[in-house]
Structure formats: C-alpha cells, structure tokens
C-alpha cells in the first residue's frame, strides 16, 4: 500500500485517543491506524500517555495530536460527509450530538470537541447546482431554514412546494 504524501491534522489538548475513537465508530471507511505515546523522561507530558493517533477517516489520513494545552477549533475549517439518504444523515448527525455536540445551520453541527462537521446529503448539493436557478434559489431558501438536512423538504422546494 501506497503511503499517502498529506494527511488532515486536528489539535485536541487531551483528548485525541477518546476523540479518535468515537470517529471510528461513528464513520464509515474509519479506524485507528497507529497511537503514539510520551516516552521516559518526556520534559512536559506524562510518559505513557497518548501523544499522536493516526487513523484514517472517511477513507483518508489524519493525525490527532495531544498539544496539553487549548487550541479551540474555528469555523475557517470543518469536516464535510457526504450521506446517500435521510437515514444516513439523520445516523451521522444523531452521533455526533449526542455525544455532546451541538446543532449549527444547514446542516452543520459541531463535535464534543468544538470540529465543525457539515453532514451534506448528495441531494442538497444536487439540489444547488440544479440547472433552473429558481429551484436551486428554493432549495437555497430551504436549507437555510434548516440545522440537519431534511431532503424531503429540499425535494419540496426544489418541485416548488411551499
């Protein structure tokens, strides 16, 4: 297997392990693939605790690093999951809030440790880049009004249902 040349990077302050772990359970094409922990004589950190985990998730290399201090996640960067259905978006968007994160708008919520995840079923992009730019403006209209995506009411708009 090829290594890959990049992986995605996220900052936790003790919590990467935890963090990795719910990703894996909770996102397809998702596993941890390597923790690294402080050695002996570490001039900060605790040896033995839990400094790097590799994984990958949604198919795609990340590192979580442990940084021992706060570095709280903004909105310049969020994780966007492409779902095939309600059922799969309603799974993902459940998770991800009741393990202490919080709704946004359009279909953004935010993990228990402050990521910015947007869980975009294919229709609603579909629905945005449709060729009659009424229907992508009612569907723009509709998504706006939402927290999580619901697609029966991207396909009313889209038809012009009110």
Not at 7 to 31: C, K, Q
Not at 52 to 69: A, H, Q
Request: charged share 15%; aromatic share 8%.
């Amino acid at each position: 297997m090829t290594q890959p040349k990049a992986a995605v990077f996220l900052w936790f302050d003790s919590d990467a392990e935890e963090a990795a772990r719910f990703y894996s359970a909770t996102f397809p094409d998702s596993a941890i693939t390597q923790i690294i922990r402080i050695p002996e004589g570490h001039p900060t950190a605790a040896p033995g605790s839990v400094q790097v985990v590799e994984m990958v998730l949604l198919g795609l290399p990340y590192v979580l690093l442990n940084t021992g201090r706060p570095m709280p996640p903004n909105d310049a960067y969020s994780l966007q999951v492409y779902t095939e259905g309600q059922a799969e978006t309603d799974q993902l968007w459940d998770a991800i809030l009741s393990n202490g994160g919080a709704p946004i708008m359009c279909g953004w919520c935010k993990d228990r440790w402050g990521y910015r995840w947007q869980i975009t079923p294919r229709i609603l992009m579909a629905a945005l880049s449709h060729p009659d730019p009424a229907a992508s403006a009612r569907a723009q209209a509709a998504m706006m009004q939402m927290q999580k995506i619901d697609i029966a009411g991207i396909e009313a708009a889209l038809a012009g249902a009110s």
